[in-house]
Structure formats: C-alpha cells, structure tokens
C-alpha cells in the first residue's frame, strides 16, 4: 500500500518562508514525477509545482521565483520552499506522485495524494 505523507505547513506572515515535506512509502517500482498542488475553499485543486523524473520542473507562474520544488529519487520525497510567501498563498497543499507500486497485476502506474497541510499566510 502507497501512502504520501506530509509534513511542514504552518501560519507564517507574509513575506516569510515554510518548507514542505513529502515522503511516499510503500512497495514502489518506480517515480514518474512528484509535485505539489493547493486547494482554496470552493476552487479547484491547482497545480504549484511539479518535478518529473529526468525533466526540468514546472512551477505556476504565480510561484515561480519564489518556490523551489526539489526531490530525492533514492528517499521518494520531494520537498517545496517557500520564500516570500503572500497571503494568497493561503491553502491546503497536496503532495502527489505519479508511481508504479509493486503489483501482483503488473506495472501500472497511478497518482497518489497525501492528506493535505494547511498553509496560512498572514498580511
């Protein structure tokens, strides 16, 4: 069984800096990409950040530059710095991959989410 777990959100003021951690445990075969969406109430779940194995990262343009997405392929964690954080940052933040577990039906890729960390960013 797959499981996304994360760690690091928090209420911070605006202009500050959080890090978020994910780590996929489980029997895993192998990573296509790691990455981390936010959610606001009543809006669809966005993409923040992604990092593909053997690709460059994408990153939304209201992040880039001040979100850094990075990942270790060994551990299956990827990690999102967030420096200059604004309010409009405030979210619940996924952590998700893209992954082929072990499987007795053979290599079948499939997403996975974590349970989602709050982020508040003051003004």
């Known amino acids: 069984q797959v499981q996304l777990v994360e760690s690091g959100g928090g209420l911070v003021q605006a202009g500050e800096s959080l890090r978020l951690s994910c780590t996929a445990s489980?029997?895993?075969?192998?990573?296509?990409?790691m990455g981390w969406y936010r959610q606001l109430p009543g809006k669809q779940r966005e993409l923040v950040a992604l990092a593909i194995t053997g690709g460059s990262p994408n990153y939304a343009d209201s992040v880039k530059g001040r979100f850094t997405i990075s990942r270790d392929n060994a551990k299956n964690t990827v990690e999102l710095q967030m420096n200059g954080l604004k309010p409009e940052d405030t979210a619940v933040y996924y952590c998700?991959?893209?992954?082929?577990?072990?499987?007795?039906?053979?290599?079948?890729?499939?997403?996975?989410w974590g349970q989602g960390t709050q982020v508040t960013v003051s003004s």
């Open positions: 489980g029997n895993i075969v192998s990573v296509n990409a």
């Open positions: 998700n991959a893209h992954l082929t577990p072990v499987s007795p039906f053979g290599r079948v890729s499939s997403i996975y």
